[in-house]
């Protein structure tokens, strides 16, 4: 399978960028010692990070879906070979995935004389790290390693129920299958989504992946690296499932649909926005950056985080007894290093990896 040429999307780069900034900012309040410090410091702030930051995570799902369909509708065909385009987006998020959760593991060992028990964990059985090296952590209902690592697991299932049912129907650039795409995003919001039991499941998140993925159909003609077709009916499914969210949303209102929606929205409608970004070349560059990175920024932030806490109370502080400024120190530090662990890891890790992950396909 012969790889698409590296494209960068402005707008792309800012939600992801946003995206993973929240995800973070969202852990930061949940957990920790340092989380307590900062909700007294800034209470509404706090709280509706710790309410609402999660769903930030929609974007991650939206954006894949478009990501992913352009991968599997090139003109290379990625979908005739489902077995091999699974295995390397499977080993694409495993390698990172798996020197992250070292680095959480060696972590937690670390802090435990500091933290309790709830943030840092004992060392994982074998069972437990095996599921977490196969993703089937969450269908397995094994507690994870590391905050976010469900994500990974689900990313990658998302991409396989993708790439099969493109293979099953002959395509993305196939009426049949943007018609199958279409009907499982709309179950998905007006169904598996409402049910939390389903939430270990591709099912539960295909409504915000597939609505990507008609994204990407919708706008392809107007792009240089996609095939030659016309996307009007792509279009038409995208504004019909759409039309069916918003009936979705009328029965049951979701945040996080209605951002994933919104951010579909937005990829199909970008063309002012990419326009303002390429008027702002310092910006757009940060932007790329984080953006590029939002993956390892979402790997390490974890264990930056732990250490974050287990300084804090190494250091003699608490949360009763800290003040405003030093709650606040305390939050940006960690997020500063959490920023700067990204790019470390980045540079190290995933970057070097991506270059010979392609040896490692099946023949």
Request: aromatic letters at 14%; one cysteine or more; proline letters at 4%.
């Amino acid at each position: 399978m012969t790889a698409l040429p590296v494209a960068r999307y402005p707008l792309i780069d800012v939600l992801k960028a946003l995206a993973a900034q929240f995800i973070v900012l969202h852990h930061f309040s949940v957990y920790g010692p340092v989380s307590e410090a900062l909700h007294a410091a800034l209470p509404r702030v706090m709280g509706l990070l710790y309410e609402y930051g999660l769903i930030a995570v929609q974007v991650f799902f939206v954006v894949g879906g478009y990501l992913a369909a352009r991968v599997l509708s090139s003109s290379t065909a990625a979908w005739h070979t489902p077995r091999i385009a699974i295995f390397k987006r499977y080993v694409r998020l495993l390698v990172p995935y798996l020197f992250a959760l070292i680095v959480v593991m060696l972590c937690t060992a670390w802090v435990q004389p500091w933290l309790t028990e709830d943030l840092a964990a004992p060392a994982p059985g074998w069972g437990q790290w095996l599921a977490h090296v196969a993703m089937l952590q969450s269908i397995l209902g094994i507690e994870s390693l590391a905050a976010g690592a469900w994500y990974v697991a689900m990313d990658f299932q998302l991409f396989a129920l993708l790439t099969l049912l493109l293979w099953l129907f002959g395509g993305g650039n196939t009426r049949r299958a943007q018609t199958v795409i279409a009907v499982l995003c709309v179950a998905s919001l007006m169904v598996f989504n409402r049910q939390a039991e389903f939430d270990a499941w591709a099912v539960y998140f295909f409504g915000a992946y597939g609505l990507g993925a008609l994204a990407w159909w919708s706008r392809r003609s107007s792009l240089t690296d996609g095939p030659p077709a016309s996307p009007l009916y792509a279009r038409v499914m995208f504004v019909l499932t759409v039309v069916c969210g918003l009936v979705a949303l009328a029965i049951d209102f979701r945040e996080r649909i209605a951002l994933a929606m919104g951010v579909a929205l937005a990829l199909v409608y970008w063309g002012t926005a990419s326009q303002l970004l390429a008027h702002c070349a310092k910006a757009q560059t940060n932007m790329e950056t984080l953006g590029k990175q939002s993956y390892a920024l979402f790997l390490m932030h974890f264990p930056v985080l732990l250490l974050t806490n287990a300084a804090f109370t190494r250091f003699g502080f608490t949360p009763e007894t800290s003040s405003a400024t030093t709650a606040l120190g305390w939050g940006i530090a960690g997020w500063a290093a959490s920023l700067w662990a990204a790019n470390l890891f980045y540079r190290w890790i995933e970057s070097p990896a991506a270059a010979w992950r392609g040896a490692l396909r099946p023949r």
